[in-house]
Nanobody, 115 residues
Framework: QVQLVESGGGLVQFGGSLRLSCAASGSIFSRYAMAWYRQAPGKQRELVARIFSVGSIVTTDSVKGRFTISRDDAKNTVYLQMNSLKPEDTAVYFC?????????WGQGTQVTVFS
């Protein structure tokens, strides 16, 4: 069982920055593929970025050059640095861990960008 706790969401002005954090339980965190998803009102949940245990990264086109995913295996934590935020980035952001073929989810953290 993996538990994920997100933090760092909030209200930010257009062009601003936020850093989301996700702390994970489990002694083999370094083996997990970690990801951030987001879900805007009335829309499906979508992948924002994923970082694999070997460090390779996948980022969705709409956030490339603005968002950066990273991980600190010593702290069992994954981060999402979000710069140049836009109103269309407004959503609930969810942390995801893939371990042994199972998906685990955090409770989500709200990010609201106003113009």
């Amino acid at each position: 069982q993996v538990q994920l706790v997100e933090s760092g969401g909030g209200l930010v002005q257009f062009g601003g920055s936020l850093r989301l954090s996700c702390a994970a339980s489990g002694s083999i965190f370094s083996r997990y593929a970690m990801a951030w998803y987001r879900q805007a009102p009335g829309k499906q949940r979508e992948l924002v970025a994923r970082i694999f245990s070997v460090g390779s990264i996948v980022t969705t086109d709409s956030v490339k050059g603005r968002f950066t995913i990273s991980r600190d295996d010593a702290k069992n934590t994954v981060y999402l640095q979000m710069n140049s935020l836009k109103p269309e980035d407004t959503a609930v952001y969810f942390c995801n861990a893939q371990a042994n073929g199972i998906n685990y989810w955090g409770q989500g953290t709200q990010v609201t960008v106003f113009s």
